[in-house]
């Protein structure tokens, strides 16, 4: 599986971008996703994860309210929609993807195939 991220940029605090990872695999419906962040120095961190259906949604206690995850299988595309952001928010963002359903959604071990990454900065 190929994972292209994508939507990353410069924006000031409070701005808002969409993060988007598009999937090389036909049968995208059946991985779960997941994206993480990393700043330098940092080991990377978990930020949302989605269920293969896009039923069940997952995220860290601090974006939840201003980062949304969803999916759209038919497009095999995953996306992160980041509002109110902040300074910390600064990273990388990684796409992730994984069927074994093995392992935590939390956990960057649990996942298998990784994307490029994309860098997303967060002025002040």
């Known amino acids: 599986v190929q994972l292209q991220a994508s939507g990353g940029g410069l924006v000031q605090a409070g701005g808002s971008l969409r993060l988007s990872c598009s999937a090389s695999?036909?049968?995208?419906?059946?991985?779960?996703m997941g994206w993480f962040r990393q700043t330098p120095g940092k080991e990377r961190e978990f930020v949302a994860a989605?269920?293969?259906?896009?039923?069940?949604?997952y995220s860290t206690d601090s974006v939840k309210g201003r980062f949304t995850i969803s999916r759209d299988n038919d497009k095999n595309t995953v996306y992160l929609q980041m509002n109110s952001l902040k300074p910390e928010d600064t990273a990388v963002y990684y796409c992730?993807?994984?069927?074994?359903?093995?392992?935590?959604?939390?956990?960057?071990?649990?996942?298998?195939?990784w994307g490029q990454g994309t860098q997303v900065t967060v002025s002040s």
């Open positions: 989605i269920s293969p259906s896009g039923a069940r949604t």
């Open positions: 992730a993807a994984d069927r074994s359903y093995s392992g935590s959604y939390y956990y960057d071990g649990s996942y298998i195939y």
């Open positions: 695999e036909r049968t995208f419906s059946n991985y779960r």
